[in-house]
């Protein structure tokens, strides 16, 4: 039978159509490849074992994913992520376990603490196992680690703080509040598990705490195998990170532990968007910032401190870079007249980055600038020129934002005062701060 030109077409599209189906059924008919969603520890947002997408949280998708590993023949050497367990193998127990804790049932999780857990000075990643859920808590802490507590929603659980005087007073209302969590000491002490200040050893049985909550710096809590061996969780989170990776995983981790997922997902929302508008700022008049650090009266930070790591995160350049300081992160200038010597070492800022009540008027910003900037000023070129306090007391991205609008022309205070604000407004708890009317950098251009 002859045919012509429009009936090939379509037995050829006939043709073509049978291949696709039989390619699709074919395709269906296989084991789905899963291995492509498998993540390594550094680059998940949530550094847990079992959280094998790598997102922020532990749900059905982790789930389904092992489940495909497992009948693949996969097995933890191949995926330790998907380990859950942490018991060398991968099987239907991983599986329970995140099921479990999706459901927010008690069992042991395994995840990574951010901590220098060798004593080198450098934040490192151990892994260690905590039990889940969290309802029951104390913490050590700076001002970081209760801003970064209070953001997530985390108030009630905290039933002992140690603190010094330089927390805001944005918390009198609830870690400062003694009837509510005890005091345990100063910021700097370590927690004395048996007879401490405010009776710390009582109050974990009294309130059946089974966690603390420290920073990554071992300053913070030295005693760490006192508690561990009581049964007591040490969690260590680093709150005065600038990354975005080292932010994600501190808020989807508390999220998780204490069952407010929904407020880590929006706060690590706002830190992103906030950051890339930080770094749109600090990339775009594509300057050469100099600047030092001071945390400390009449001190430089240098090294990797979490001040010098600030001032990078807005691509500002540490003067001091240079130096041969050793392992230490300040340096008391009166002992170190060479930082303001112009041959080696040239900045035109110093940003005393300091810890006082900005969400009050309490301040006397003219004596703390006058007493910041005094003996700096009778050595350095510039006198009081260039040097800014700005507060320690608030989010860390907000921080960096009042750092950004010293650098750059492009940004202003206003400018910062709206990314602070949006945390004000979305974050603090039933509190009504107009951030423009409080001083966080002085003096303001």
Known sequence: MAMN??????????????????????????????????????????????????????????????????????????????????????SQED???????????????????????????IMDYEKVSTKFPISSMICTGSSNTFMMLYMAGIIDEVKGASYGSTVDNLYNDCYKDTTKT???????????????????????????????????NRTYLTNEKDFENAGVDVIRFAAASTEI?????????????????????????????????????????????????SSMTNYYSVGDSDYTALLKSVHGKNALDSGNWGTTTSIKVLDN?????????????????????????????????NDYTKTIAEYWEHGTNGQYIVNGNMPIPARMAYVASLFYDGVDKKWADEIHQGFVDKFFKNKNFKVSDLTFVYPAE
């Open 337 to 369: 007249l060479d930082v303001f010597n112009t041959d080696k070492y040239r900045y035109d800022y110093v940003v005393h980055l300091r810890a006082y009540n900005g969400y009050t008027a309490e301040a006397d910003m003219a004596k703390l600038y």
């Open 95 to 121: 599986i329970d376990l995140l099921n479990k804790v999706i459901k927010g049932e008690s069992c042991t999780i395994w995840h990574m603490n951010l901590h220098d857990y060798n004593e080198d000075g």
């Open 5 to 90: 030109k429009n009936t090939k077409i379509i037995i050829a599209v006939v043709v073509v159509l049978a291949i696709v189906v039989v390619v699709a059924a074919v395709f269906l008919m296989q084991p789905q490849d899963v291995t492509k969603d498998a993540k390594e520890m550094e680059t998940s947002e949530l550094k847990m074992y079992g959280n094998i997408n790598g997102d922020g949280f532990i749900d059905d998708k982790d789930t389904k994913i092992i489940k495909g590993l497992i009948d693949q023949g996969k097995t933890a050497k191949d995926y330790p992520l998907a380990d859950a367990n942490q018991d060398g193998k991968l």
């Open 245 to 293: 990776d080292v932010i994600a995983h501190d808020y989807y981790m508390l999220g998780l532990l204490f069952q407010k997922q929904d407020r880590a997902k929006e706060v690590v929302a706002y830190m992103k968007e906030v950051l890339d508008k930080i770094e749109q700022a600090s990339t775009k008049e594509n300057k050469a910032i100099s600047a030092v650090v």
């Open 182 to 216: 005890v005091k345990l000491g100063t910021s700097s002490t370590k927690i004395d598990f048996e007879d401490g200040k405010g009776a710390a050893s009582d109050l974990i049985k009294k309130e059946n705490v089974t966690a603390v909550l420290s920073d990554w």
